[in-house]
């Protein structure tokens, strides 16, 4: 304390001395880089002061500053700049790239990293990346960004939830979802929304997207081991915005508009063809036969939606202090009558020096999200697809105007424009942490103590018209997560040559779930809202279930002259979801690697290599995502139980005290290389995991109780394949510069055993996911298995299948399916151009996918001539005489009734390239902006998402972009999915 | 400093130790083996388990009832559901998602019942008297012999083609321990004996207080439909004279019964709109007409005639009859002993004592015996309640029948009544008519592709 107050004496007393012979003087000048190209946005501050400015746009800054004061020049990737002020006030200054812009750090998990000395394989997404893409929640925002990242939307419904794969599919019965982590907190992302024919809601969209500055997807053992018992699939670290001490305070006002529609829909037959049809097949003796009416459902569900979306920030910091301030107001219209999302949320983030040991601080997140939800995919309430669905004789309104009931196929319209559906989520994510310098150079000791809360009420309300007796559904779900991690970093250099980091610490994380059901029939009125007015009570529903993680870790990084680089790191994760016999798993990994561009051997590369590093890890990962309780046996009551008002008890599962973690071991390899003063990057990486002891929900014949499966660990799976990815600056000089980065991964996935599981009539082990799709021994996890349709016979009228032996039939049986395709794509990636000229700048990114093949099941209903469903146009090419090439076998055709069954003739090649965003933007100079003196810069721009779609010609009016589950199993599946929807975005962003 | 790292380690230390403990999280609402048949009212909780496994749709609650019914003549399948389409046309797979599901809860509901009767006697309870563990075991077990019975009959040829001969499905009467089985197909010769053994049992130890549960009635009742799909008809005789002398029970003086208690029911599973049909795919969901229900399955112009037509004055017609649109919006005839499609929450008729009157007729005109009443009394007994005209003399077996057709319709019976006297389940004029003939390949459901992949000792229906 004392040393302290002498130490401030003396500051006070060179304050008070320079304050009396400073002379103050006002220094002007421009920053440039090296190709002379102005620099905006670069910090100038007088050294030891709170005096600070920024370049503006043209690199020009101003400062009051004293002749002998040092100003320092720093922006992010150059070398910081000390310069002395002189007599002159103008000093100009030329800041040079940061030895390659390699110490650049990274986020790792527990910590940060030096670019150039990672050994981990890692995905770095920017904020420049993730700028005017309009996403609702963080997995939109990763499609197409990083290699081995495939993102699949599961539609164009807002809110819907995406499914993401880090280097494939790693679990069969768990969960493949990766882990999200914002700040430190790991979210909880278990459905709770009520799936209404499709699936739950996105859990992850209360982050809101406009306040993320990074993400990390850490993709092997190296970087994930340390994520232990959750690691396998990949861990998405999101890093929100944050301030900068000493950085001047930036106001930021962001607008915007969008209009979206939908991209593909089926054409479906109008009223006149749909009678004639019923005709010409029997149905009826004559047109005058069937309803007369005529409307097009389609058409109507569809509109043009309007959103609305602000989004001010406030960033900055003091000498101690840095905060960012953001708050978000969006109101978004789906393309689907009825749907609509409102967000509101708020972020905080500050960190701060307490004193010279001890830095706190927090960043804090609460958000509200109403969506008015519609129903999608195989739910008779869902517009699209009861629109499709619907007799088009039918008329949503009766002759006075007025809604009717049209039956099983719901009247959609009445349903969105009366109904009540809405899920309103609060969430509140925050994480406070404390860091202090311990005696020891280099070592300090950090806590974190974390909360994820989440409250969630769905309310369904169907009125008379549409329910007859009406119908209410009210539920309220909460889940409250809270992690406490106490952490040791030491971080130091010994000799200039001797580097080391590590960090070591525990965690222990609690997460308990409530939630409350009620659901009622039987109203009097319509202007009776709530369950409270049923008469029946058919749902009345408690429960609650938690899970419980403690871990130990630590991660030990050594490096010498930052050219031979070695890391170790260790898991010992305890679960409550594992059996009493294996509750405890340990995970670990080690990593080596080698700059070689930086040995005195490559001493001649260095005008054209830049970078060349070579890395190896290889270690071990687990998998929790098996549900809260599945080592149990259990016996349960409730309404699958009772009987007439007695309460009963029913097996449920059978116990398995062994069920212990799913573990990935997982081989990496990556080669690291910059030419050209790193203008161009290249990284490559090849990958084999091996997941063991997968988690199998192993089926057993329904004989033994009628219990579906036991959850035991057998059998294993791979997948391998390479992630590429390349950033080129191609043009940047004068006033143009253009850069590409493209990245692509690779995956291929193979089962490779699983024991104990059903045998097919070829001998082979598999998993069935789905009627169309099993994970199959040898092949991949998603494999179609459907009997093979082979087209209308032009002499007979029939239609034709293969059997297993490849003969023509007209009926197939169960036996005659065979292997027909794979859910999982070859290779997934992205490519992003960006331009700038002067004041505009272009961006085109594509996102693509190849050599997936996509099922659609509801074919099967709106290609079914013997239905009495609305059926698409291409059903008017029926067989009628021999020779004819039709898609229809013939109306008298005994295959007429069977040609829609489940077969090859409902899958698809799902390939595709998406041009997912073209964004055009122009910022204004300075010689506008003078006139508004308040400003420091506008931008505006436009954005078009998902403007165009490349895809097989079979796939017209079908989205490529399918998927109706985000389990592991049944990929690349659909009913009708409502299609992607194409946005126009108009913003105009300000900084003040 | 130096204290500062003390505190830390001791914190940590303290943290490591006292998480243990709460890795061993319990759930809340589960309970073992061992505890639910540690005493009575648990273990009695199983039994109610057993019943409510029976009030899925498509064990007793109306989705195997309706599959029999679209394959036979009484109902004019419109819907266009792809896997209910198939059964009515006789192309269905044995990867059909709808007969998998029917199997898997049939079977949920015969491992209920075994459950009680392994582990019931075995209750260490002194308030559990043996006389209760004994009810409690003959209820389960009347339940298993009628869920064998219904499965027995839609996976495997009818007895009267086969003599039993042919496989029906696995017969499985311990109870799931863990330890997985994979049994191979019972005759339907051994399903029925089981169910005979199972019955005979049952009818030992059960009363008749309560018909929403197993009864005596409920089991005779059974037995002598048993013995009439084997042609026993001596026997078939018997057990119905015996349920028609029980004084519990009495054919209900009109046809208000539906949906009650009425002593008209040996046995009625209890439904409300909470607990009771789970899918909209049971009685009340696929036989009412839109917007109630689904419109799926009218009446048969056939049905309409045996009635005599939409002038008839039969009650059966006139009273439980309502007119709506099907699922094409077309208007149709649709029956109205399942009103509710709003909530579901209507009974399910499982044995009622109309039945015993028409097999002891049946039964009786076969033999030439009259045990109990004369054939005629019997007929006109039931006529008399339709408000129809008394028969003067039955001349032909065709005419009691009939009345068993318009008696029981769209309670489950059609499709056997016409298998077990080997008459093709359509009538001249329907369609798939050539598909529908007694021992036809697909008027008999495949065993589940799920199964045979599973279990190597499992065999195919021929033709799947």
Same mark, same amino acid.
Request: glycine share 10%; net charge negative.
């Given at each position: 304390?004392?040393?302290?107050?002498?130490?401030?004496?003396?500051?006070?007393?060179?304050?008070?001395?320079?304050?009396?012979?400073?002379?103050?003087?006002?220094?002007?000048?421009?920053?440039?880089?090296?190709?002379?190209? #102005?620099?905006?946005?670069?910090?100038?501050?007088?050294?030891?002061?709170? *005096?600070?400015?920024?370049?503006?746009?043209?690199?020009?800054?101003?400062?009051?500053?004293?002749?002998?004061?040092?100003?320092?020049?720093?922006?992010?990737?150059?070398? #910081?700049?000390?310069?002395?002020?002189?007599?002159?006030?103008?000093?100009?200054?030329?800041?040079?790239?940061?030895?390659?812009?390699?110490?650049?750090?990274?986020?790792?998990?527990?910590?940060?990293?030096?670019?150039?000395?990672?050994?981990?394989?890692?995905?770095?997404?920017?904020?420049?990346?993730?700028?005017?893409?309009?996403?609702?929640?963080?997995?939109?925002?990763?499609?197409?960004?990083?290699?081995?990242?495939?993102?699949?939307?599961?539609?164009?419904?807002?809110?819907?939830?995406?499914?993401?794969?880090?280097?494939?599919?790693?679990?069969?019965?768990? &969960?493949?979802?990766?882990?999200?982590?914002?700040?430190?907190?790991?979210?909880?992302?278990?459905?709770?929304?009520?799936?209404?024919?499709?699936?739950?809601?996105?859990?992850?969209?209360?982050?809101?997207?406009?306040?993320?500055?990074?993400?990390?997807?850490?993709?092997?053992?190296?970087?994930?081991?340390?994520?232990?018992?959750?690691?396998?699939?990949?861990?998405?670290?999101?890093?929100? +915005?944050?301030?900068?001490?000493?950085?001047?305070?930036?106001?930021?006002?962001?607008?915007?508009?969008?209009?979206?529609?939908?991209?593909?829909?089926?054409?479906?037959?109008?009223?006149?063809?749909?009678?004639?049809?019923?005709?010409?097949?029997?149905?009826?003796?004559?047109?005058?036969?069937?309803?007369?009416?005529?409307?097009?459902?389609?058409?109507?569900?569809?509109?043009?939606?309007?959103?609305?979306?602000?989004?001010?920030?406030?960033?900055?910091g003091s000498e101690k202090t840095g905060f960012y301030l953001g708050t978000t107001f969006?109101?978004?219209?789906?393309?689907?009558?009825?749907?609509?999302?409102?967000?509101?949320?708020?972020?905080? *983030?500050?960190?701060?020096?307490?004193?010279?040991?001890?830095?706190?601080?927090?960043?804090?997140?609460?958000?509200?999200?109403?969506?008015?939800?519609?129903?999608?995919?195989?739910?008779?309430?869902?517009?699209?697809?009861?629109?499709?669905?619907?007799?088009?004789?039918?008329?949503?309104?009766?002759?006075?105007?007025?809604?009717?009931?049209?039956?099983?196929?719901?009247?959609?319209?009445?349903?969105?424009?009366?109904?009540?559906? =809405?899920?309103?989520?609060?969430?509140?994510?925050?994480?406070?942490?404390?860091?202090?310098?311990?005696?020891?150079?280099?070592?300090?000791?950090?806590?974190?103590?974390?909360?994820?809360?989440?409250?969630?009420?769905?309310?369904?309300?169907?009125?008379?018209?549409?329910?007859?007796?009406?119908?209410?559904?009210?539920?309220?779900?909460?889940?409250?997560?809270?992690?406490?991690?106490?952490?040791?970093?030491?971080?130091?250099?010994?000799?200039?040559?001797?580097?080391?980091?590590?960090?070591?610490?525990?965690?222990?994380?609690?997460?308990?779930?409530?939630?409350?059901?009620?659901?009622?029939?039987?109203?009097?009125?319509? =202007?009776?809202?709530?369950?409270?007015?049923?008469?029946?009570?058919?749902?009345?529903?408690?429960?609650?279930?938690?899970?419980?993680?403690?871990?130990?870790?630590?991660?030990?990084?050594?490096?010498?002259?930052?050219?031979?680089?070695?890391?170790?790191?260790?898991?010992?994760?305890?679960?409550?979801?594992?059996?009493?016999?294996?509750?405890?798993?340990?995970?670990?990994?080690?990593?080596?690697?080698?700059?070689?561009?930086?040995?005195?051997?490559?001493?001649?590369?260095?005008?054209?290599?830049?970078?060349?590093?070579?890395?190896?890890?290889?270690?071990?990962?687990?998998?929790?995502?098996?549900?809260?309780?599945?080592?149990?046996?259990?016996?349960?009551?409730?309404?699958?139980?009772?009987?007439?008002?007695?309460?009963?008890?029913?097996?449920?599962?059978?116990?398995?005290?062994?069920?212990?973690?799913?573990?990935?071991?997982?081989?990496?390899?990556?080669?690291?290389?910059?030419?050209?003063?790193?203008?161009?990057?290249?990284?490559?990486?090849?990958?084999?995991?091996?997941?063991?002891?997968?988690?199998?929900?192993?089926?057993?014949?329904?004989?033994?109780?009628?219990?579906?499966?036991?959850?035991?660990?057998?059998?294993?799976?791979?997948?391998?394949?390479?992630?590429?990815?390349? *950033?080129?600056?191609n043009i940047a000089s004068g006033d143009f510069s253009w850069s590409t980065n493209l990245?692509?991964?690779?995956?291929?996935?193979?089962?490779?055993?699983?024991?104990?599981?059903?045998?097919?009539?070829?001998?082979?082990?598999?998993?069935?996911?789905?009627?169309?799709?099993?994970?199959?021994?040898?092949?991949?996890?998603?494999?179609?298995?459907?009997?093979?349709?082979?087209?209308?016979? #032009?002499?007979?009228?029939?239609?034709?299948?293969?059997?297993?032996? &490849?003969?023509?039939?007209?009926?197939?049986?169960?036996?005659?399916?065979?292997?027909?395709?794979?859910?999982?794509?070859?290779?997934?990636? &992205?490519?992003?151009?960006?331009?700038?000229? +002067?004041?505009?700048?272009?961006?085109?990114?594509?996102?693509?996918?190849?050599?997936?093949?996509?099922?659609?099941?509801?074919?099967?209903?709106?290609?079914?001539?013997?239905?009495?469903? *609305?059926?698409?146009?291409?059903?008017?090419?029926?067989?009628?005489?021999?020779?004819?090439?039709?898609?229809?076998?013939?109306?008298?055709?005994?295959?007429?009734?069977?040609?829609?069954?489940?077969?090859?003739?409902?899958?698809?090649?799902?390939?595709?390239?998406?041009?997912?965003?073209?964004?055009?933007?122009?910022?204004?100079?300075?010689?506008?902006?003078?006139?508004?003196?308040?400003? =420091?810069?506008?931008?505006?721009?436009?954005?078009?998402?998902?403007?165009?779609?490349?895809?097989?010609? =079979?796939?017209?009016?079908?989205?490529?972009?399918?998927?109706?589950?985000?389990?592991?199993?049944?990929?690349?599946?659909?009913?009708?999915?409502?299609?992607?929807?194409?946005?126009?975005?108009?913003?105009?962003?300000?900084?003040? | 400093?130096?204290?500062?790292?003390?505190?830390?380690?001791?914190?940590?230390?303290?943290?490591?130790?006292?998480?243990?403990?709460?890795?061993? /999280?319990?759930?809340?609402?589960?309970?073992?083996?061992?505890?639910?048949?540690?005493?009575?009212?648990?273990?009695?909780?199983?039994?109610?388990? %057993?019943?409510?496994?029976?009030?899925?749709?498509?064990?007793?609650?109306?989705?195997?009832?309706?599959?029999?019914?679209?394959?036979?003549?009484?109902?004019? !399948?419109?819907?266009? !559901?792809?896997?209910?389409?198939?059964?009515?046309?006789?192309?269905?797979?044995?990867?059909?998602?709808?007969?998998? %599901?029917?199997?898997?809860?049939?079977?949920?509901?015969?491992?209920?019942?075994?459950?009680?009767?392994?582990?019931?006697?075995?209750?260490? $309870?002194?308030?559990?008297? $043996?006389?209760?563990?004994?009810?409690?075991?003959?209820?389960?077990?009347?339940?298993?012999?009628?869920?064998?019975?219904?499965?027995?009959?839609?996976?495997?040829?009818?007895?009267?083609?086969?003599?039993?001969?042919?496989?029906?499905?696995?017969?499985?009467?311990?109870?799931?321990?863990?330890?997985?089985?994979?049994?191979?197909? %019972?005759?339907?010769?051994?399903?029925?004996?089981?169910?005979?053994?199972?019955? /005979?049992?049952?009818?030992?130890?059960?009363?008749?207080?309560?018909?929403?549960?197993?009864?005596?009635?409920?089991?005779?009742?059974?037995?002598?439909?048993?013995?009439?799909?084997?042609?026993?008809?001596?026997?078939?005789?018997?057990?119905?004279?015996?349920?028609?002398?029980?004084?519990?029970?009495?054919? %209900?003086?009109?046809?208000?019964?539906?949906?009650?208690?009425?002593?008209?029911?040996?046995?009625?599973?209890?439904?409300?709109?909470?607990?009771?049909?789970?899918?909209?795919?049971? !009685?009340?969901?696929?036989?009412?007409?839109?917007?109630?229900?689904?419109?799926?399955?009218?009446?048969?112009?056939?049905?309409?005639?045996?009635?005599?037509?939409?002038?008839?004055?039969?009650?059966?017609?006139?009273?439980?009859?309502?007119?709506?649109?099907?699922?094409?919006?077309?208007?149709?005839?649709?029956?109205?002993?399942?009103?509710?499609?709003?909530?579901?929450?209507?009974?399910?008729?499982?044995?009622?004592?109309?039945?015993?009157?028409?097999?002891?007729?049946?039964?009786?005109?076969?033999?030439?015996?009259?045990?109990?009443?004369?054939?005629?009394?019997?007929?006109?007994?039931?006529?008399?309640?339709?408000?129809?005209?008394? /028969?003067?003399?039955?001349?032909?077996?065709?005419?009691?029948?009939?009345?068993?057709?318009?008696?029981?319709?769209?309670?489950?019976?059609?499709?056997?009544?016409?298998?077990?006297?080997?008459?093709?389940?359509?009538?001249?004029?329907?369609?798939?008519?050539?598909?529908?003939?007694?021992?036809?390949?697909?008027?008999?459901?495949?065993?589940?592709?799920?199964e045979i992949d599973l279990n190597e000792n499992l065999t195919q229906n021929p033709g799947?």
């Amino acid at each position: 304390m004392k040393r302290r107050l002498q130490k401030m004496l003396t500051l006070l007393l060179v304050l008070v001395v320079q304050i009396a012979f400073a002379q103050e003087k006002i220094v002007t000048g421009t920053v440039v880089d090296q190709e002379g190209l #102005p620099l905006p946005g670069v910090n100038v501050i007088e050294k030891g002061t709170n *005096n600070g400015t920024q370049t503006d746009f043209d690199g020009n800054y101003s400062i009051r500053t004293s002749q002998g004061a040092v100003l320092t020049f720093s922006y992010v990737g150059f070398v #910081p700049n000390e310069i002395t002020v002189g007599a002159s006030s103008v000093i100009d200054v030329t800041m040079t790239v940061d030895a390659a812009a390699l110490d650049e750090v990274v986020v790792v998990a527990y910590g940060t990293q030096n670019k150039k000395t990672l050994l981990q394989s890692l995905s770095k997404v920017d904020s420049e990346q993730l700028e005017d893409i309009p996403a609702a929640g963080p997995q939109d925002l990763l499609q197409g960004q990083a290699a081995g990242v495939q993102v699949v939307n599961s539609s164009g419904i807002l809110g819907s939830a995406p499914t993401v794969k880090i280097r494939g599919v790693n679990s069969i019965s768990s &969960g493949s979802r990766p882990l999200f982590v914002v700040d430190g907190v790991p979210l909880n992302d278990a459905n709770q929304t009520t799936a209404q024919g499709g699936q739950a809601l996105n859990p992850l969209n209360d982050i809101n997207p406009n306040d993320i500055e990074s993400m990390t997807v850490l993709k092997d053992a190296a970087a994930t081991a340390v994520y232990g018992s959750r690691g396998s699939n990949g861990v998405v670290l999101i890093t929100t +915005k944050t301030g900068k001490k000493g950085e001047a305070t930036r106001v930021s006002l962001d607008l915007s508009t969008s209009f979206s529609e939908s991209t593909d829909r089926f054409n479906m037959m109008n009223a006149d063809q749909l009678r004639q049809f019923s005709v010409e097949k029997g149905r009826v003796d004559s047109v005058t036969d069937l309803p007369q009416g005529s409307f097009n459902w389609p058409d109507a569900v569809v509109r043009t939606g309007y959103s609305q979306n602000v989004d001010a920030s406030v960033r900055g910091g003091s000498e101690k202090t840095g905060f960012y301030l953001g708050t978000t107001f969006s109101d978004q219209e789906g393309f689907i009558i009825g749907n609509e999302l409102e967000r509101r949320s708020v972020r905080l *983030n500050l960190n701060h020096e307490a004193t010279d040991w001890l830095n706190v601080g927090a960043s804090i997140q609460y958000s509200y999200i109403n969506n008015d939800r519609v129903g999608a995919e195989n739910s008779t309430f869902a517009p699209l697809t009861s629109a499709y669905l619907q007799s088009p004789w039918v008329e949503p309104y009766d002759e006075n105007g007025n809604y009717r009931n049209t039956g099983f196929i719901a009247n959609v319209i009445a349903i969105e424009d009366l109904d009540i559906n =809405d899920a309103k989520t609060s969430r509140f994510i925050g994480n406070v942490y404390a860091e202090a310098k311990l005696g020891l150079e280099g070592l300090t000791f950090r806590t974190d103590f974390g909360a994820d809360r989440y409250l969630l009420e769905q309310q369904e309300r169907s009125f008379e018209i549409n329910s007859p007796g009406g119908y209410a559904y009210n539920s309220v779900d909460q889940q409250n997560k809270w992690i406490l991690t106490n952490s040791l970093k030491f971080n130091r250099s010994f000799n200039d040559v001797h580097n080391i980091n590590a960090v070591a610490g525990m965690s222990y994380e609690q997460t308990d779930t409530r939630g409350i059901d009620v659901e009622g029939t039987g109203f009097l009125s319509d =202007d009776l809202i709530n369950v409270t007015s049923a008469s029946e009570f058919s749902t009345t529903s408690s429960e609650g279930a938690g899970s419980r993680l403690f871990g130990v870790f630590g991660r030990a990084g050594y490096n010498y002259d930052q050219r031979y680089i070695v890391e170790g790191s260790v898991r010992r994760d305890g679960s409550s979801r594992f059996g009493l016999n294996n509750q405890y798993g340990t995970f670990w990994s080690v990593a080596g690697g080698w700059v070689v561009s930086d040995e005195a051997f490559m001493g001649g590369t260095g005008d054209w290599l830049s970078l060349l590093k070579l890395t190896a890890s290889y270690g071990t990962s687990g998998n929790d995502r098996i549900g809260n309780f599945a080592s149990l046996e259990s016996f349960e009551g409730g309404a699958i139980s009772n009987y007439n008002g007695a309460s009963g008890l029913r097996q449920l599962s059978a116990p398995n005290p062994d069920l212990k973690w799913e573990r990935s071991k997982a081989f990496n390899l990556g080669l690291n290389t910059g030419f050209f003063n790193d203008r161009v990057a290249l990284t490559v990486e090849y990958y084999k995991k091996q997941t063991d002891d997968l988690i199998l929900n192993v089926p057993i014949p329904y004989t033994n109780g009628g219990i579906n499966s036991i959850t035991s660990n057998v059998g294993s799976m791979e997948n391998r394949g390479f992630d590429i990815s390349l *950033n080129t600056i191609n043009i940047a000089s004068g006033d143009f510069s253009w850069s590409t980065n493209l990245n692509v991964g690779i995956n291929e996935n193979e089962v490779l055993s699983l024991p104990g599981a059903s045998v097919d009539n070829q001998g082979r082990q598999f998993v069935e996911g789905s009627p169309a799709q099993r994970a199959i021994v040898g092949e991949s996890v998603n494999t179609f298995y459907l009997i093979r349709y082979a087209g209308v016979n #032009p002499e007979t009228g029939d239609a034709e299948w293969l059997t297993a032996d &490849g003969e023509r039939t007209t009926s197939p049986t169960a036996n005659d399916r065979v292997i027909v395709g794979d859910a999982n794509p070859d290779f997934v990636g &992205g490519l992003r151009n960006t331009f700038k000229y +002067k004041n505009f700048d272009l961006n085109v990114f594509f996102n693509f996918s190849y050599g997936n093949d996509i099922m659609i099941e509801g074919l099967r209903f709106t290609d079914n001539p013997n239905g009495n469903f *609305n059926l698409r146009t291409d059903l008017l090419d029926v067989w009628r005489q021999p020779g004819d090439n039709a898609y229809v076998p013939g109306f008298d055709s005994p295959t007429f009734a069977t040609f829609a069954q489940r077969s090859t003739l409902q899958l698809r090649d799902g390939s595709f390239a998406r041009l997912k965003n073209l964004t055009l933007g122009y910022t204004f100079g300075e010689g506008v902006l003078d006139q508004i003196g308040f400003l =420091d810069g506008v931008r505006i721009y436009a954005t078009a998402n998902n403007l165009l779609t490349i895809k097989g010609d =079979d796939l017209d009016g079908i989205d490529p972009e399918v998927t109706d589950t985000v389990g592991a199993l049944g990929q690349g599946e659909t009913f009708f999915t409502p299609p992607q929807s194409k946005t126009y975005l108009f913003g105009v962003r300000f900084n003040f | 400093m130096k204290i500062y790292n003390k505190l830390i380690l001791i914190f940590l230390s303290v943290f490591v130790v006292s998480c243990d403990d709460e890795l061993n /999280l319990q759930p809340e609402d589960q309970l073992t083996l061992d505890v639910s048949f540690s005493n009575k009212e648990t273990s009695l909780g199983v039994l109610t388990g %057993a019943y409510s496994a029976a009030q899925q749709d498509d064990v007793l609650n109306g989705t195997r009832q309706a599959y029999a019914d679209y394959m036979a003549d009484n109902v004019d !399948f419109v819907g266009s !559901f792809p896997t209910f389409q198939a059964i009515s046309q006789f192309n269905q797979l044995s990867n059909n998602t709808s007969i998998e %599901a029917g199997w898997d809860d049939n079977y949920e509901t015969i491992g209920a019942t075994n459950l009680v009767i392994k582990y019931i006697p075995t209750v260490e $309870d002194v308030a559990f008297t $043996d006389e209760e563990k004994a009810i409690a075991v003959a209820e389960a077990k009347f339940l298993r012999a009628l869920i064998y019975f219904n499965m027995a009959n839609i996976y495997a040829q009818p007895y009267s083609i086969t003599n039993g001969d042919t496989p029906a499905v696995p017969l499985v009467t311990e109870p799931f321990d863990a330890e997985v089985q994979f049994p191979s197909r %019972a005759t339907l010769g051994a399903v029925y004996d089981q169910v005979e053994a199972d019955l /005979l049992d049952a009818a030992a130890v059960l009363g008749d207080s309560d018909n929403s549960r197993a009864t005596k009635g409920a089991a005779e009742g059974l037995l002598s439909r048993l013995y009439l799909y084997k042609g026993q008809y001596d026997l078939a005789a018997e057990y119905a004279d015996n349920v028609i002398q029980n004084s519990a029970y009495s054919l %209900a003086s009109d046809y208000s019964f539906y949906n009650t208690t009425d002593s008209e029911f040996m046995f009625t599973l209890l439904n409300s709109a909470a607990d009771g049909q789970d899918s909209g795919e049971g !009685f009340s969901g696929l036989y009412n007409p839109v917007p109630d229900g689904r419109g799926d399955a009218p009446f048969t112009d056939n049905l309409i005639e045996a009635y005599g037509g939409m002038d008839t004055s039969d009650k059966r017609f006139t009273e439980l009859t309502q007119i709506g649109n099907d699922a094409n919006g077309d208007e149709r005839i649709f029956t109205s002993k399942y009103p509710d499609g709003i909530t579901n929450a209507d009974n399910a008729p499982v044995l009622r004592i109309t039945e015993m009157y028409l097999t002891r007729a049946e039964s009786n005109f076969r033999e030439g015996t009259s045990i109990g009443d004369t054939p005629l009394n019997d007929i006109n007994e039931l006529r008399k309640r339709a408000g129809l005209s008394e /028969l003067n003399s039955i001349s032909s077996v065709d005419q009691i029948l009939e009345e068993r057709r318009k008696e029981l319709a769209f309670e489950g019976h059609r499709r056997m009544d016409l298998l077990r006297i080997q008459l093709p389940l359509r009538r001249p004029g329907m369609p798939n008519v050539e598909k529908s003939n007694p021992g036809d390949q697909k008027t008999i459901f495949p065993i589940p592709s799920r199964e045979i992949d599973l279990n190597e000792n499992l065999t195919q229906n021929p033709g799947y």
